[in-house]
């Protein structure tokens, strides 16, 4: 089964209106041969209209940074999946680590997150990483399994064609520290192992998984040749229309 090769770019709380629109221009500019692979940006909810109507004519498509849980109703400050269904958004991140350490958001919060967009029909990016400690106490696998099975493993085996999954070691996010291609890889196939457990071989081997924490162009190429890396979640890099391009091609 092939799997398909996804860059997304997490712009998180950066740019405004007039900076989302230079830098999807500068985007489509750079954008010169057809990439192997479905690119994703991700703007503030106050931009995602603006950059949905921008990308209409093209292959780029646009992703929520969040979402919440409930359907409508008295959530100040929230946004909805069917508010997002209604400006073109189909695409989703949830948990990621910026949401889990800074909002509170736990497993259970997520898993609710998570059945709303299925039952939405809306593609979820499900982010998932161990903190530095975890992984110097060499309990990075179990924590990433608990992430999986606690928020993301309580759908049904049709919702899988809808799901992404990011890989995000916290330690390097951000921070300029990269996980090694080999650490990379071997998280991304234990990922795959703990699908496959509970779901099956063949939507394990159809699920992609991205890769995140620092992917810049000098090194995405090494870490997106991993055979179970499908591809890059990018926060930093994705700001600049020249990094963020160079990262694509070198899928
Ligand atoms: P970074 O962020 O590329 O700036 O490390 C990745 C992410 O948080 O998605």
Redesign the pocket.
Known sequence: MMRKKIVAG?W?MNNDLAQTETLLSEIKTQWNKEPQARVIVAPAFTNLYSAFKALRETPIEVAAQNMHQSDSGAFTGEISAAMLKSIGVNTVILG???RRSHFGETDAVLAEKVETAMKNEMEVIF?VGEELEDRQQGNEFDVIKAQLEKGLFNIKKESWGNVII?Y?PVW????GETASPEQAQDMHAFIRKTVAGSFGEEIADSVSILY????KPGNAKEIFAKEDVDGG??????LKAEDFMAIVQAI
């Open positions: 997490n998180k990621h680590s910026e982010c990011a995000e390097a996010i951000g921070t995140g924490g620092s992917v979640l990018i926060g930093g890099a994705s």
